[in-house]
């Protein structure tokens, strides 16, 4: 606290006045303690090494209810404690630069002017004199300016990431795999005991009760809803789950995606709009390949990708 009062007093006494008329004296801020007597700022952060890992301090304080509005407000000054946060990271820890993750912060929405920002402007009192640096999707070029024009940032441009089916986790595709081998067995004990297995899964997740079924009609309803006589959309839905897009998270920078992924992320971009045969069920987790149906089209052309490198599925 004495040392954020300390630079505190360094800015205009306009500037000084006007953080008061809105937070209030530095010490009513919520984010602050006593430790011996003294006032300090909490910082929360996680140490590796040499870098800290900061969340980025939150504009208003918590007694404020309009935090989320916040975020864009032309004109709402930063409280004390997001501008000691950033004190600390520039003069307590000594940081070399700062590097903004996400899109997008707060720090370039601050009040002041469009460009050319003074260095009194809030979002230049936040940052000081620290080198920024922000690594921004590549598809998002006006926040992207936002955060080179007012945020004083250098972007690094990355692309977005590449989609994919997203799959079944473990249980699903467990009594997925359980499903197509009922289809697939014949009339007997053997497909009995396939049956049992399948309701005894759909039990223990309680998807039964997600549906509202009991174990006689949820027993009952497996040759209505998956068997050879069902609708087309009751035998193509169980696989919908494992169709969605998804992503696995952001791509590495200068590489493109490997294999399959380039395929799936290619799909969508050209008007895919359903999938079809493949890997519904295999190990890799791809669920099943897309399939592109342009509007017109009589018939879905499939669009090709890397083989699987798990392999079959058991």
């Known amino acids: 606290m004495a040392q954020y009062r300390q630079w505190l007093a360094t800015l205009p006494a306009a500037t000084q006045e006007a953080l008061r008329a809105r937070w209030g004296e530095p010490e009513k801020s919520s ?5 011996g007597g003294e006032a300090v700022f909490v910082v929360p952060r996680l140490m590796l090494g040499k870098i800290a890992i900061l969340p980025q301090p939150p504009r208003g304080e918590q007694w404020d209810d309009k935090e989320k509005a916040l975020y864009h407000s032309p004109s709402a000054l930063p409280s004390h404690y997001y501008l000691a946060a950033y004190l600390w990271a520039r003069e307590q820890h000594k940081s070399d630069a700062l590097v903004h993750f996400g899109t997008h912060g707060s720090q370039e929405w601050l009040p002041g002017k469009e460009r050319g920002l003074s260095v009194f402007d809030p979002g230049m009192l936040a940052v000081g004199n620290v080198p920024v640096a922000y690594p921004y999707i590549a598809d998002n070029i006006g926040e992207a300016q936002q955060a080179k024009r007012r945020g004083r940032a250098v972007i690094v441009s990355h692309q977005t990431p590449p989609f994919n089916p997203a799959g079944l986790h473990e249980a699903l595709t467990h009594m997925h795999d359980l499903l197509h081998a009922w289809l697939a067995q014949d009339d007997g004990v053997v497909k009995e005991k396939i049956k049992a297995d399948l309701l005894a899964a759909v039990q223990k997740e309680h998807i039964d009760r997600d549906m509202g079924l009991d174990a006689r009609t949820h027993a009952q309803r497996i040759p209505g809803l998956c068997g050879p006589a069902a609708q087309p959309p009751a035998r193509t839905g169980r696989n919908r789950p494992a169709a969605g897009p998804a992503h696995p998270g952001p791509g590495a920078r200068g590489a493109a995606p490997p294999g399959h992924r380039a395929a799936d992320a290619g799909a969508p971009v050209l008007g895919g709009r359903r999938f079809a045969g493949g890997h519904t ?11 592109l149906q342009q509007p017109g089209a009589d018939r879905a052309l499939p669009v090709a990708a890397a083989p699987c490198d798990r392999g079959p599925e058991p």
Request: charged fraction near 30%; charge should be positive; hydrophobic fraction near 25%.
């Open 281 to 291: 069920g295999c190990r890799c987790g791809r669920g099943p390949d897309w399939r």
């Open 31 to 35: 984010m602050v303690l006593q430790r």
